[in-house]
């Protein structure tokens, strides 16, 4: 880089002081659980006091899809001697 064209670190740290990632703002839902602004409650499944999200299916189809998982894998001997003590 020609010597003219280079930029000295506090410059390069001044032009970076704005891009630092700030912390996730959380808010109360209405059931009392903490969740992030503008986005459905993980707990309840609300937004807007509606609800948007059937939590209790959803926790089913994880389920079922964990023991799907689980099934298609292979037990590996440490796994097998765990169980067995």
Same mark, same amino acid.
């Given at each position: 880089? &020609?010597?003219?064209?280079?930029?000295?670190?506090?410059k390069?740290?001044? +032009? *970076?002081? $704005?891009?630092?990632? /700030?912390? &996730? +703002?959380? /808010?109360?839902? /209405?059931c009392?659980?903490? @969740?992030?602004? $503008?986005?459905?409650?993980?707990?309840?499944?609300?937004?807007?006091?509606? &609800?948007?999200?059937?939590?209790?299916?959803?926790a089913? +189809?994880?389920?079922? @899809?964990?023991? *799907?998982?689980?099934?298609?894998?292979?037990?590996? !001997?440490?796994?097998? !001697?765990?169980?067995?003590?």
């Amino acid at each position: 880089m &020609v010597v003219r064209m280079r930029v000295n670190r506090s410059k390069t740290g001044k +032009r *970076r002081s $704005h891009h630092a990632i /700030s912390g &996730v +703002r959380l /808010s109360t839902c /209405s059931c009392g659980a903490l @969740r992030q602004s $503008h986005r459905a409650c993980p707990e309840c499944g609300k937004y807007n006091d509606k &609800v948007v999200i059937d939590v209790v299916a959803r926790a089913n +189809r994880e389920a079922r @899809r964990a023991k *799907r998982h689980s099934a298609d894998r292979p037990v590996t !001997e440490k796994e097998s !001697e765990a169980a067995a003590t």
